[in-house]
């Protein structure tokens, strides 16, 4: 198969050590309904088989563009990649997991349709554990989003080359890189969408690194999430959004100290945005329930002074989980929060809450 010189994606897919999986994610891309790409694969000085894997596809197919050289890490290598990638769009990859056949196709058409600079979408878990991860649809939910968590899954997004190649991944940010860089893409005004449909099944193994840098991951995605936390409210100062964030992350502390903070947030947004901050407000007071009884009726302070556009069963059903940690000090983590979770999960065979 010829490449075109300039192809409309860039599939750029770090690879290191992976040799159990690396051939079903690169069938997965290759196996493409959209077919207007180049594959960039960079084998990160691995050292068991996988560069012989990754020779014999690129024998076997023009498309594929593959570097190898020594072990840098992976925000070199992912930079290494943006400068080499020649397409409008560039589209992240990871070597554990695999793209299902409408991917491209979808999120190309979906970023032409919305002038969205990033897409992502929706993710099926496999392996350890299974479950969908979704992720909200406009920017505005992407934005608020942000003050939690990322927005869009790493391995999901397509996302402008220009964007990419003005903002890079920063070495100062390790096992955070992506939640980095989408802050300072959301910052230099780059929107965010997602797909709804399911674009990758995502690989859950103990190799992976958010299993194995979990408690660095969390230390650095802090300080990301505190400068979100003060771009999106300047009027708070250093302390208190430290404060907050350290609360959160911690899982030990009052609700009382967010619930003036949240009134304003959900006053300023509406529709999803409104909706999925409610979502992350909910995880948080269940979260420190355990150890605040006020919790339950800070959450129904919150819910009754916006307009809670999802059902009313839904709020009454949350509710009703912070509550009964509340007054059963259940701490996140415990046993006891862990069977409420598996009651929840039944729950929501016939209701979303």
């Known amino acids: 198969m010829t490449v075109k010189t300039s192809p409309l994606v860039s599939v750029l897919m770090p690879v290191f050590n992976a040799e159990r999986y690396v051939a079903e994610a690169i069938e997965s891309i290759l196996r493409q309904s959209f077919q207007d790409f180049e594959?960039?694969?960079?084998?990160?000085?691995?050292?068991?088989?996988?560069?012989?894997?990754?020779?014999?596809?690129?024998?076997?197919?023009?498309?594929?563009?593959?570097?190898?050289?020594?072990n840098r890490?992976?925000?070199?290598?992912?930079?290494?990649?943006?400068?080499?990638?020649r397409g409008q769009w560039i589209a992240r990859m990871d070597a554990d997991d695999v793209a299902l056949p409408q991917r491209l196709a979808l999120q190309v058409k979906h970023l032409e349709a919305t002038h969205a600079d990033f897409c992502g979408g929706s993710v099926e878990c496999f392996g350890g554990w299974r479950t969908v991860w979704r992720y909200p649809a406009t920017h505005e939910a992407c934005e608020v989003h942000l003050l939690f968590a990322v927005p869009v899954a790493h391995p999901t997004v397509i996302g402008r080359r220009e964007a990419f190649?003005?903002?890079r991944y920063q070495p100062e940010f390790p096992y955070a890189e992506d939640y980095d860089l989408w802050q300072r893409a959301w910052a230099a005004g780059y929107r965010f969408v997602n797909v709804p449909e399911i674009?990758?099944?995502?690989?859950?193994?103990?190799?992976?690194?958010?299993?194995?840098?979990?408690?660095?991951?969390?230390?650095?995605?802090?300080?990301?999430?505190?400068?979100?936390?003060?771009?999106?409210?300047?009027?708070?100062?250093?302390e208190e959004v430290a404060n907050l964030v350290q609360v959160m992350d911690c899982e030990q502390g009052k609700t009382d100290l967010f619930v003036p903070v949240f009134e304003r947030l959900l006053a300023h947004y509406s529709g999803e945005a409104r909706e999925i901050l409610l979502s992350d407000i909910y995880w948080i007071f269940r979260r420190l329930a355990g150890g605040d009884r006020s919790s339950a009726w800070n959450w129904v302070r919150l819910t009754s002074s916006c307009r809670y556009e999802s059902s009313a069963l839904r709020s009454w059903m949350r509710a009703s989980v912070i509550a009964g940690i509340s007054v059963l000090h259940l701490r996140s983590g415990s046993q006891g929060y862990h069977a409420l979770r598996r009651l929840r999960n039944r729950l929501t065979s016939f209701t979303r809450f």
Do not use: C, M
Not at 73 to 85: F, K, R
Not at 214 to 238: C, F, N, Y
């Open 39 to 70: 594959f960039i694969i960079i084998d990160d000085g691995s050292t068991d088989g996988t560069l012989d894997i990754l020779k014999r596809y690129a024998a076997r197919d023009s498309r594929i563009r593959l570097v190898s050289r020594e």
């Open 73 to 85: 890490g992976l925000v070199a290598t992912l930079n290494e990649g943006i400068g080499l990638a």
């Open 165 to 167: 190649a003005q903002l």
């Open 199 to 238: 674009v990758l099944r995502y690989r859950i193994h103990a190799g992976q690194v958010s299993s194995r840098k979990k408690k660095e991951q969390k230390e650095t995605s802090k300080a990301v999430r505190i400068r979100h936390w003060q771009a999106l409210l300047p009027d708070l100062g250093e």
